[in-house]
């Protein structure tokens, strides 16, 4: 069984920044997908940033990808999210995907993100 357990979010001010963790543990078999989805009130849960196992990385929007950086640990089965500029939109609860080469997902448990003044 695989868990994620992510931190780092809270409430920051516009233009400010924040780096979000998502440690995986357990047996984690193949090369794998990690990844940030968010979610905001009333809104559909949608995709950030993904990183594959060969370094690969996809942003949903040119956006989030001027501002946001995702990154990993491989040794240490982490990924990252440094959100820089951040904006009130950008308020949500944000999730770590893991994604196995079999194709099973695990997500974290979220960790909101508050950006106001």
């Known amino acids: 069984q695989v868990q994620l357990v992510e931190s780092g979010g809270g409430l920051v001010q516009p233009g400010g920044s924040l780096r979000l963790s998502c440690a995986a543990s357990?047996?984690?078999?193949?090369?794998?997908?990690m990844g940030w989805y968010r979610q905001a009130p009333g809104k559909e849960r949608d995709l950030v940033a993904h990183?594959?196992?060969?370094?690969?990385?996809?942003y949903a929007d040119s956006s989030l990808k001027d501002r946001f950086t995702i990154s990993r640990d491989y040794a240490k089965n982490t990924v990252y999210l440094q959100m820089n500029n951040l904006k009130s939109e950008d308020t949500a609860v944000y999730y770590c995907k893991l994604t196995t080469a079999l194709r099973i997902s695990y997500w974290g448990q979220g960790t909101q993100v508050t950006v106001s003044s």
């Open positions: 357990g047996t984690i078999y193949g090369i794998n997908t």
């Open positions: 990183i594959t196992g060969a370094g690969n990385t996809i």
